[in-house]
């Protein structure tokens, strides 16, 4: 398994407690980079994932996945209807503050198999897989709060990784240009958070 990957458990648990760490400091009704949501709308977001991971760790077995990472990633826009509405009732009931639910899963994340198997919504996914996707979305999110919150920097290695794997799914012949960018710069694109020209500017954004 990739060295790096092998940490995303870590990883993962770094980006939420710096997430978790603003909460009580930035301006809830402040617009974030999200379109539509403010930050108050992206920490409700976050604030149940961590309540996720630990339902679907649950459903831990030596099951064949049959969702890879590309796909779920690039599967999540089909869901977006659902997660703004979740987020939006999130928000209305000022669920924002991560401390409990990270504290409640921390060590189950530190502990979770990464060769197992879970059922997601997106159907059967590898632990491993399934953590990277996690990541991803705190990554992303993380930065979507105004002010931004810095990546940990594992963290911001495993999500750049994972988006350049969704674009060649589409468009290999790109993925050499965008593994020259900067990670952030990078993230920024493949999620539709900037905008860029040229040969990348047609299979952006790879994930929304």
């Not at 790096?4 to 939420?16: C, E, K, N, P």
């Not at 603003?22 to 999200?34: G, K, M, N, Q, Y």
């Not at 860029?196 to 994930?207: E, I, N, Q």
Request: one cysteine or more.
């Amino acid at each position: 398994m990739d060295p790096v990957v092998a940490d995303v458990r870590s990883a993962l648990v770094r980006q939420w407690e710096l997430i978790s760490e603003v909460a009580e400091t930035i301006d809830l009704a402040a617009a974030s980079r999200c379109n539509g949501w403010t930050n108050r709308e992206v920490l409700a977001h976050l604030y149940v994932q961590p309540h996720l991971v630990k339902k679907f760790l649950g459903t831990a077995s030596v099951r064949q996945a049959e969702v890879q990472l590309s796909e779920n990633l690039a599967g999540t826009k089909s869901f977006r209807e659902l997660i703004n509405d979740s987020a939006r009732k999130g928000a209305t009931l000022n669920k924002v503050d991560l401390r409990r639910p990270l504290a409640a899963v921390r060590d189950v994340v530190l502990a979770a198999p990464l060769d197992a198997t879970i059922t997601t919504l997106q159907g059967k996914i590898s632990v491993s897989d399934y953590l990277v996707t996690r990541c991803v979305e705190a990554v992303v999110h993380g930065s979507d709060l105004a002010p931004r919150v810095a990546p940990d920097p594992v963290a911001e290695a495993i999500t750049s990784e994972a988006l350049l794997d969704v674009l060649e799914l589409s468009a290999p012949e790109l993925v050499a240009e965008a593994q020259a960018l900067r990670p952030e710069q990078w993230i920024d694109l493949a999620t539709g958070r900037a905008k860029t020209t040229g040969s990348l500017a047609g299979a952006m954004p790879v994930m929304a």
